[in-house]
């Protein structure tokens, strides 16, 4: 479970060095616990040959290649949804925020991004420019908030029909053929028929996807089904009381059936941003070293060791054992996502710090 609103900067993302959370949207945060859990039950199975995991099951060393080196996966009877109490950010909601707004007037200008390497002169939409569906849109929405380089919760979820649910270090122990949502669940109120369908479905933007059916791996497009609840989130806006005023929340919180995270500026409550005592676990640092630790403690693997011991972030998300993801990625961002910009700044930091010895 994930709860949260708030984003990093693009300015401040070069100096995360892997310990501050990029994107703080209650979904984001959800799905990167998520993988957080499944990692951890990999290590559960690899250092108890007797434990039982309700959600995982090891893959027969017969069914492991070179592209399909995955020791684990779901299990194929598990289905996944996903609820979220109001409409994700972006496509799947302008309808709603056009609604929403006493002007509909759309904002007069894009908004120009700056101060980050390589960001000068991007633009990408927030919520403004209501004329223009079916676009990638960043967060935050306000035009007089700090530019951020985060992907809007749609395009973020569009994404993962094709890449599943898994992100690229959890590939290292997850095969992703069964890591796909079933069906998202939204309140009735906030589920607009043709933005959903537009920015999700097999006839709206997916239409354009041509390359699916040459994906290895185990990637396919898996479109979900999008279902409805009467039952509100008991704290949204709706249940507010009349005369009430709702101020937005600078907390956010990460949940998992073992352990759970309060968060402020991306990093855990207490601790100052970029503290390395304050990463959280589902950080780019901590989910990274969480993955490798537990691959380079499996004999389940077709991976070397020697693959796995390239100093950087960056340098094992370019390595060979995510060719296959990073095809999917380029397809759909070609031909469905255009406009998407890498949030670059955040992959030079090593991995360990010398409290962990290779083997």
Not at 63 to 71: N, V
Request: some cysteine.
């Amino acid at each position: 479970m994930g709860t949260g609103m708030k984003c990093l900067p693009v300015a401040k993302v070069a100096r995360a060095n892997g310990n501050v959370l990029h994107d703080g949207h209650a979904e984001t945060v959800a799905i990167r616990a998520f993988n957080r859990f499944l990692i951890e039950e990999c290590a559960a199975l690899v250092s108890d040959e007797l434990y039982s995991s309700k959600c995982l099951v090891p893959r027969s060393k017969d069914d492991q290649t070179i592209t399909d080196h995955q020791p684990f996966q779901i299990h194929d009877d598990v289905g996944i949804y996903m609820y979220c109490s109001e409409a994700p950010c972006g496509d799947a909601s302008m309808e709603l925020t056009m609604e929403a707004q006493k002007d509909a007037t759309p904002w007069s200008a894009r908004v120009q991004l700056t101060g980050g390497a390589g960001m000068e002169g991007i633009s990408l939409l927030g919520r403004g420019h209501f004329s223009e569906l079916g676009v990638v849109r960043r967060k935050p929405s306000r035009p007089d908030a700090p530019a951020t380089l985060s992907k809007s919760c749609t395009d973020k979820i569009a994404l993962k029909q094709c890449t599943s649910l898994l992100n690229s270090l959890t590939t290292l122990l997850v095969h992703p053929r069964n890591a796909y949502i079933s069906s998202l669940i939204l309140p009735a109120s906030q589920h607009v028929p043709q933005a959903v369908s537009r920015a999700f479905g097999a006839l709206g933007r997916f239409a354009n996807l041509k390359s699916h059916g040459e994906w290895s791996g185990g990637y396919r497009f898996c479109p979900f089904r999008v279902q409805t609840t009467t039952r509100d989130f008991a704290f949204s806006r709706r249940c507010a009381r009349s005369g009430q005023r709702l101020v937005p929340s600078n907390l956010g919180l990460a949940w998992t059936p073992d352990w759970e995270e309060t968060l402020v500026g991306g990093m855990i409550q207490g601790r100052k941003q970029g503290d390395p005592k304050g990463a959280s676990k589902i950080c780019r640092r901590g989910l990274s070293k969480a993955a490798v630790e537990t691959t380079i403690a499996t004999e389940r693997t077709t991976l070397t060791k020697k693959s796995l011991r390239e100093g950087t972030y960056g340098v094992l998300k370019k390595g060979r054992a995510f060719e296959d993801r990073m095809q999917v990625k380029q397809d759909v961002k070609r031909e469905v996502l255009q406009g998407w910009v890498q949030n670059i700044g955040d992959e030079d930091f090593e991995l360990y710090d010398g409290d962990y010895t290779w083997s």
